[in-house]
């Protein structure tokens, strides 16, 4: 009977030990598979875009489900579900922040959440050339950041606003120097435009300056200027030759009689051929019956043609005419004379190839 019981002992403690073993590799084993869990939700790349793809949040809309749904569909989301419960478990639906955000290929949850949770954003290279009108501005601004064009047009409107800067509803767009701008984008409205107005001062400087009091033009001027001399020719080597033109026509008390201008003040730059009924349109714009610089620019001019009037070419031409090979040049003339011949050779092939 002891001898029994002894084994039967001996047996007890070797299942006991046996169970407490699998009982510890099941521990293991669980906290390995929650670790690796742990794991893959944090660390295992999430997002495979073909590219770095940006996510983007308002600050009035910060929709935790957008933004997923954001995820999913344009960043390449593997799996947007653990995405979801990763974010909430670090509750970031409540503490969103918005922003520009970069999402690139390889990012695992934990470090893009770490990215949206601290704002780290990923900042816009603003630019906007070609723009004609306030409206057009504010269209390619909204484009690129945040604020619409309402928001825009709510300021550049705004004539007390704009006295505060130094301008006015028609010269505003002036303060605008076409570049690449490095900008955040949920930047405000207000911030923007007053970054455009350091750039602006800071574009001008003491040389530039000079420059332009040295032909009686103030800065505003001279981009109105620059303006029209962008709008004749689509030849940047020609603008030097044209803005001297003009400073001619200025100095001599004579009207720009710029084509352009005329464009402008009847809203429509697809014209072809200018015809007398055009010439006798009542606005401020019409250098043919107005005399000097129209009240505004008829487009926001580029840094190379601010400068080129800056540092006109100084000849003697005052007659320019589109050369009649409508290769986009001109030919010049410093007789009326000679601007006639030029100008009859011009219509006879607009007429040539029928164009009215």
């Not at 403690?13 to 521990?27: P, S, V």
């Not at 090979?325 to 001109?330: K, L, M, T, Y």
């Amino acid at each position: 009977m002891i001898k029994v019981l002894f084994f039967y002992h001996i047996k007890m403690k070797r299942t006991t030990k046996k169970l407490l073993y699998t009982g510890i590799i099941i521990i293991l084993v669980i906290i390995a598979a929650c670790g690796f869990g742990v794991y893959y939700m944090l660390y295992m790349p999430n997002f495979t875009p073909s590219g770095t793809k940006y996510v983007h949040i308002c600050e009035d809309d910060k929709n935790f489900d957008r933004l997923c749904e954001e995820l999913r569909d344009s960043a390449g989301c593997e799996n947007i579900r653990l995405f979801e419960h990763l974010a909430r478990l670090r509750k970031y639906p409540e503490n969103m922040k918005s922003g520009r955000y970069a999402v690139e290929p390889g990012m695992n949850n934990n470090t893009l959440l770490n990215r949206l949770r601290r704002g780290q954003q990923s900042p816009v290279h603003l630019t906007f050339n070609n723009v004609r009108s306030t409206y057009d501005l504010t269209e390619k601004l909204s484009a690129q950041l945040m604020p619409d064009k309402d928001d825009f047009l709510m300021y550049l409107d705004n004539e007390d606003y704009c006295r505060s800067l130094g301008f006015d509803t028609v010269t505003i767009k002036t303060m605008f120097i076409p570049n690449t701008y490095e900008v955040y984008w949920n930047i405000s409205t207000d911030k923007l435009i007053k970054r455009m107005k350091r750039e602006y001062d800071t574009f001008w400087t003491t040389d530039r300056l000079k420059k332009a009091a040295n032909i009686r033009l103030s800065p505003v001027q001279v981009s109105i200027l620059a303006s029209i001399v962008e709008e004749e020719t689509a030849i940047p080597e020609e603008y030097p030759v044209i803005a001297g033109l003009y400073i001619n026509r200025l100095m001599k008390g004579m009207p720009l009689q710029a084509d352009p201008t005329i464009k402008y003040a009847v809203r429509d730059f697809s014209l072809r051929r200018i015809l007398n009924k055009h010439l006798e349109v009542d606005s401020p714009y019409n250098t043919y019956l107005q005399e000097g610089l129209p009240p505004g620019p008829i487009r926001i001019p580029s840094i190379k043609g601010i400068d080129a009037v800056l540092n006109y070419m100084h000849h003697n031409y005052l007659y320019m005419c589109a050369k009649e090979d409508f290769s986009g040049r001109h030919n010049f003339a410093v007789t009326l004379k000679e601007h006639n011949r030029n100008a009859e050779r011009y219509r006879a092939e607009l007429n040539r190839k029928g164009i009215r």
